[in-house]
């Protein structure tokens, strides 16, 4: 951390959740029935069940909508350089359209040479309850 804002954030993420009437604990979801697999964004199947995306086409033209299902954080949390990307398949190959994530910025004070990281961006998707 160089600046206010801290690089893992998912704790703090987790205790807004639950001060907003979320109800699991972090090892009821990452660790269910006591299984120490400690499930998150290695584990395909479990991460593809905790986005909810939506699509709607009106002629040439489509949007989407992302949710977080069942998250009691950020998604994505924990590391700054994770992201999700939502990418879609035309004429065999994939396109980003979006990328969901925290981007950061660092500035230089010139003055006392201290190195400043703060978020520039953050899209990560929220959690519901």
């Known amino acids: 951390r160089f600046g206010e804002t801290l690089m893992q954030s998912t704790v703090s993420e987790w205790r807004a959740w639950q001060a907003d009437g979320g109800k ?14 400690f499930r998150g964004a290695h584990d395909r199947d479990w991460l593809r069940d905790s986005v909810r995306v939506r699509a709607k086409r009106r002629g040439e033209r489509a949007t989407f909508a992302a949710e977080s299902i069942g998250v009691g954080h950020h998604l994505p949390s924990g590391d700054l350089f994770r992201n999700i990307t939502l990418e879609v398949e035309e004429g065999g190959s994939w396109r980003t359209i979006d990328r969901m994530g925290r981007e950061f910025a660092v500035t230089l004070n010139e003055e006392t040479g201290d190195a400043t990281k703060e978020v520039s961006s953050d899209t990560s998707l929220r959690p519901g309850i």
């Open 24 to 37: 699991a604990a972090c090892v009821d979801c990452h660790m269910p029935k006591g299984a120490h697999s």
